[in-house]
T-cell receptor, first 117, second 114 residues
Framework: AQSVTQLGSHVSVSEGALVLLRCNYS??????LFWYVQYPNQGLQLLLK??????LVKGINGFEAEFKKSETSFHLTKPSAHMSDAAEYFC???????????????FGTGTQLKVEL | DGGITQSPKYLFRKEGQNVTLSCEQN?????MYWYRQDPGQGLRLIYY???????QKGDIAEGYSVSREKKESFPLTVTSAQKNPTAFYLC?????????????FGPGTRLTVL
């Protein structure tokens, strides 16, 4: 079964510093991976997705993620944090690749990003 | 604008009452989903539907029911059998097959049991 693990439920960075949010996956087949962002009391918004076309995936708001098969990782990064990046971030993996149908996703437990002045 | 709407945004319920959460989409997506979100637990799948008049249980379906009579609508009923219904509920939709597609999310409904 496909699953993801997000290391660190809370991450704090200074404004202008590098943002690194960690996600490791477990999958018996090549995975399809996603990063979503959630602002307080709102729904989730897609940041980027990995579909095997390229290992370095660029997303919205200056975020990017690199797929590393050898490390089973898909970490999210942004070179310079902005106050508006403060939110909760979720990594997700598609789970119905072998069973077929439904385009189901399994989500990690989330990482709350705090950006300090 | 295309998107997903959920109503109401906030909902209060007394113990023992059933309550229905609305989810509507105008994205022409075949698949729709209901998730429950609790602090520190991420999103957990309650029910999903790939096509009209068909739906499947997710990981935590007990105490919930759904219907899919129209492509655009996927209401969720939280029944009195759900022992701990206070949570944030998210509805999503996506293209169901033929590629790798993201799920689009609504703004959520926060349910509080008094």
């Amino acid at each position: 079964a496909q699953s993801v693990t997000q290391l660190g439920s809370h991450v704090s960075v200074s404004e202008g510093a590098l943002v690194l949010l960690r996600c490791n996956y477990s999958s018996s087949v090549p995975p399809y991976l996603f990063w979503y962002v959630q602002y307080p009391n709102q729904g989730l918004q897609l940041l980027l997705k990995y579909t095997s076309a390229a290992t370095l995936v660029k997303g919205i708001n200056g975020f990017e993620a690199e797929f590393k098969k050898s490390e089973t990782s898909f970490h999210l990064t942004k070179p310079s944090a902005h106050m508006s990046d403060a939110a909760e971030y979720f990594c997700a993996v598609r789970t119905d690749i072998l069973t077929g149908g439904g385009n189901k996703l399994t989500f990690g437990t989330g990482t709350q990003l705090k950006v300090e002045l | 604008d295309g998107g997903i709407t959920q109503s109401p945004k906030y909902l209060f319920r007394k113990e023992g009452q059933n309550v229905t959460l609305s989810c509507e989409q105008n994205l022409n997506h075949d698949a729709m989903y209901w998730y429950r979100q609790d602090p520190g637990q991420g999103l957990r799948l309650i029910y999903y539907s790939q096509i009209v008049n068909d739906f499947q249980k997710g990981d935590i379906a007990e105490g919930y029911s759904v219907s899919r009579e129209k492509k655009e609508s996927f209401p969720l009923t939280v029944t009195s059998a759900q022992k701990n219904p206070t949570a944030f509920y998210l509805c999503a939709s996506s293209i169901a097959s033929g590629g790798v597609y993201e799920q689009f999310f609504g703004p959520g409904t926060r349910l509080t049991v008094l």
